[in-house]
């Protein structure tokens, strides 16, 4: 239920990246939705593919088909000044890094991965949705850029929570920290 | 069997749309190809590995790796102005569109998908190839850019033909209408 | 043992590739290592997806993260003189190619693939880590610019080797002239 709700914050908060992005490139609603759904759920199904977690739950449960398109027309409908958009983008991009990172790396162990791949997995996760966001836009990934405040702390993060899942700390008391840092960890550099 | 042709069929016309963008972007007959191939397949190969259908039957039946490396060649030799190439391109590029969206919807039903996933999977089949296509060519997939006149026909194409097979309607009375809807709906853009 | 040799040795001098386009690229230390993982496993990982070897040995066999991570920080500190990195990394992705295309080839084999679809997951094995970088690092794929001495070579390497083991003869025989014949028609035209 924890990760599921993770699962789904973090879809929203990643799709409405996608969606302000596809804002600032001046794209249609459908556009938009298209983008957020990209981005929201491109990490997720890396991850589910990798794992073989096939069908993904993203294509089998409507919870995840309406979580990214919601994010998208709320965005489109809710950004009344396209100013500054780029602060944003960043701030919801971060929030969705830890939330996906701790996510994908549960998951990822729950599926009986060892920690080291989980972790991997959890990075993947993490920094997948929005290397593909920035392809489609045209503009070379984040995560190549900004290294040390993006695919480090989705790592870090991602190693934190699955090692306290393997020392049989309660879910919660894991997931919560370990995803706030990484995206605490992202926000300072912004 | 109608279902094999219409792969086959949107296979090649996309594969052509493929050609015809590298032939635009000035590549030799082997980029040619290989971007024919590549968006030819892309689509089905992304609905096979989400549906776990592997290894997918492009990779196993001649037939699907035959048919879009005749039509990259075909494109090299026949294109005998390259003038007004992109209008060109966006016909068959619609006709291909159609045709995956609704043979995409069609297998992930086949597979067991529910009506909602199977469309968008069908969705995601029919706009996969020509995302791929773009982003090698190194320009921002047509789908963001022109998405109500993308996307949406796609998605509406494979939900009529996943209702219509779902009401026990015979194929071929679902699927071609369906298709032609699709692309005719994207032509109505152009 | 073999198979696993040329497959690390692949992901090593592929990985060294994408390191040095990120250096080129002037990212910074964890850029470098990111883009040669992406690079040293992509192409692997595309197949391995394709076969259903889920979850891949990439994700769980720590020789295979800790080589791109390795090749990465070698690369990031062993660029004395950034000037002319284009021949060598052209270089360093010409044996990749060969490598890649070789174990990719021989593993779809071992996986049941009949002798033509192994080639062709070979060639795809082979190109795909490469396009992943060029399209991560913002630039056309090489192999879309140079088909006729980057894919041809890829599938005719990858053809030799399956017809090789397919008649029976032993693998180093046919692996290692295989991959050098790849790798060295590649280097004709740079």
């Given at each position: 239920?924890l ?6 914050l ?5 799709a ?21 759904m ?23 449960d409507w ?40 996510a ?15 972790a ?30 993006y ?40």
């Amino acid at each position: 239920m924890l990760l599921l709700t993770l699962d789904l914050l973090g879809i929203f908060v990643f799709a409405v990246s996608g969606g302000l992005l596809a804002v600032r490139k001046r794209l249609d609603i459908v556009g938009v939705v298209v983008l957020a759904m990209v981005t929201g759920l491109g990490g997720g199904l890396i991850r589910d593919v990798l794992i073989g977690a096939l069908p993904p739950p993203a294509l089998e449960d409507w919870r995840y088909l309406v979580t990214p398109i919601l994010a998208g027309l709320v965005t489109f409908l809710w950004h009344p000044a396209v100013g500054r958009l780029e602060g944003v983008i960043n701030v919801f991009d971060a929030a969705g890094l830890g939330m996906f990172a701790v996510a994908g790396a549960l998951k990822a162990h729950e599926y009986g991965l060892g920690p080291v791949p989980a972790a991997m997995l959890g990075m993947l996760t993490g920094i997948g949705g929005g290397a593909i966001r920035d392809l489609l836009a045209g503009q070379v990934p984040v995560v190549l850029r900004d290294g040390e405040f993006y695919a480090i702390p989705a790592l870090i993060g991602s190693a934190v929570a699955v090692t306290g899942v393997h020392l049989g700390l309660p879910l919660p008391v894991v997931a919560v920290p370990a995803a706030a840092m990484t995206t605490g960890w992202r926000l300072i550099a912004l």
